[in-house]
Every structure is written in structure tokens, then in C-alpha cells.
């Protein structure tokens, strides 16, 4: 079946997998939430800033939209029929997708819990790497589910550099 007609029209079969592909991302987002909340008005106030660095209330509506489009994406990939031809491919995507999601509950913990610019570089610098890796399983299964993973990609490429910038200044 070719990406132009594949649909994932959801039904009520497909519903618990909807809502297991949306709550995944926001449950890392939470629990790296639990990491970031006491610090993000304490001790990252006291990080010397890059001029680049956006104003702390960015991020929740960022993450959000983030969390929300890895989450169609994995529901796109995930609710994908299996065909001889990718069903490898799409046990492997799914596998990736839940390490990095792991990895990306992890920066908060390594970055704000440990309160350590350079064990959140070292974590970041890893996730965009399987990431990218992602985008790229992903789109073997679904181009779509690829694209909606790119704005992703370009945020935590953007975390990436203002990681390292705070770990250089601090």
C-alpha cells in the first residue's frame, strides 16, 4: 500500500492505540516535568543566559505542540497495516521511538534534576542523534509521520546548541 493511499482514518478498533501514541510523549513530558519544575525558577534563573535563549514560558507551549505531533506520528506508524516489507522495519521504529523517549525524559533528569549543564549535553547530543534516527524509520513507514517529526528534530537541535552555550558560560 503506498503512502498516497494509506489513510489512518481511526476507528474504534484503532482507538486505544490513538490514545496510547498521544499519552506517551506527554508521559515523558511529565515525568521530565518533575525534574524540571523545581529548578527552572531556582537554579536556571542563576545560569548565565545566552542572548539567544528564549523567556522560560515558551517551552510549555512548544513541548505541547511537540509532544502532540510525535504522538500522531507514532499513532501514524504504529496503526500502519504490517506488510512483509516493513514489519521489521516498524518493530524497529517503535522500539526507537520508546528509548528515545526515555532519552528525552532523561535530559530533564541529567539537565535540571542533577542541576549539570554537561551531563544534559552529553544526554541531548544523544537524543538528537536517534532522533534523527527516528525521522529516518519513521519515514521508511510513513512519510508523513516523518515530516511531523522534522519540527521536533529542529527544536532539539536548537536545545542542543543553548545546552552547550550554558554549559560554556557556566
Known amino acids: 500500500m503506498s503512502n498516497s493511499t494509506y489513510t489512518t482514518a481511526v476507528s474504534l478498533q484503532q482507538t ?5 501514541s498521544l499519552a506517551a510523549p506527554f508521559l515523558a513530558g ?6 524540571t519544575s523545581s529548578s527552572v525558577t531556582t537554579w536556571y534563573n542563576t545560569l548565565t543566559q545566552p542572548s539567544f535563549s528564549p523567556p522560560n514560558w515558551v517551552f510549555g507551549p512548544v513541548w505541547t505542540v511537540l509532544y502532540l505531533l510525535m504522538g500522531i506520528a507514532l499513532y501514524r506508524v504504529w496503526a500502519r497495516p504490517v506488510s512483509p516489507r516493513n514489519a ?3 518493530q524497529q521504529a517503535l522500539l526507537l521511538f520508546a528509548v528515545h523517549l526515555l532519552l528525552n525524559a532523561g535530559w530533564s533528569i541529567a539537565f535540571f534534576g542533577f542541576k549539570s549543564p554537561a551531563l544534559g549535553l552529553l544526554v541531548i547530543v544523544i537524543l538528537l542523534g536517534l532522533i534523527a534516527l527516528l525521522v529516518r524509520e519513521f519515514y521508511r513507514i510513513d512519510k508523513a509521520a516523518a515530516y511531523l517529526l522534522l ?8 536545545a542542543t546548541l543553548l545546552n552547550f552555550s550554558l554549559w560554556q558560560l557556566n
Open 16 to 20: 486505544p492505540k490513538l490514545l496510547v
Open 30 to 35: 511529565f515525568v521530565g516535568s518533575l525534574a
Open 88 to 90: 521489521e522495519g516498524k
Open 151 to 158: 519540527p521536533y528534530l529542529a527544536w532539539v537541535a536548537f
